[in-house]
T-cell receptor, first 111, second 113 residues
């Protein structure tokens, strides 16, 4: 069962622009995480936001969480060609002991 | 270096064969996971294990089997009962706790020939 759904499925922007990806989920969560995957590689953890947090920053990343709307967004500022990858949100539901991943957003940064 | 090692990176399976994907971690993590990823899709959970000698089915366990005889090892067998096994398989591990940040291996590509 897919808990998270990312939007858009694919995003193509020019280098230097900001990229925003959204994630919606269905059940109450303990935390929400964002991961990055380069083509044909494993996933790498980017950032975690707890259910009692509304916003979190890490370098050029900004994540927001709205538990009333069951949604989260990931903003990448001043994008670079190296940011080209797929980005996944994952939710950790209370008592679930496992992460459930969304379908991902495929981000392409054009030089 | 600490991490998760998956092998082989590429594997070809003939119809009716069982194949086993290896996953080893030296992070001293309690929990280990197997995910399947189809091209352009998200990850689907096959099996997971919170402790040695115990494991649970995920969302798509049919046609797969696992064992957890050692803390550092969690091999996945793709049996002949799995009718569409061609996919990218990802192994992951984490310290069991409140915040399950997961660490992934580099994945194994399985193709049926």
């Amino acid at each position: 069962s897919q808990q998270g759904e990312e939007d858009p499925q694919a995003l193509s922007i020019q280098e230097g622009e900001n990229a925003t990806m959204n994630c919606s989920y269905k059940t109450s969560i303990n935390n929400l995480q964002w991961y990055r995957q380069n083509s044909g590689r494993g996933l790498v953890h980017l950032i975690l936001i707890r259910s009692n947090e509304r916003e979190k920053h890490s370098g050029r990343l900004r994540v927001t969480l709205d538990t009333s709307k069951k949604s989260s967004s990931l903003l990448i500022t001043a994008s670079r060609a190296a940011d080209t990858a797929s980005y996944f949100c994952a939710t950790d539901a209370w008592g679930a002991q496992k992460l459930v991943f969304g379908q991902g957003t495929r981000l392409t940064i054009n030089p | 270096d600490g991490g998760i090692t998956q092998s082989p990176k590429y594997l070809f399976r003939k119809e009716g064969q069982n194949v086993t994907l290896s996953c080893e971690q030296n992070l001293n993590h309690d929990a280990m996971y197997w995910y399947r990823q189809d091209p352009g899709q998200g990850l689907r959970l096959i099996y997971y294990s919170q402790i040695v000698n115990d494991f649970q089915k995920g969302d798509i366990a049919e046609g797969y089997s696992v064992s957890r005889e050692k803390k550092e090892s969690f091999p996945l067998t793709v049996t002949s009962a799995q009718k569409n096994p061609t996919a990218f398989y990802l192994c992951a591990s984490t310290v069991s706790g409140v915040e399950n940040t997961i660490y992934f291996g580099e994945g194994s590509w399985l193709t049926v020939v």
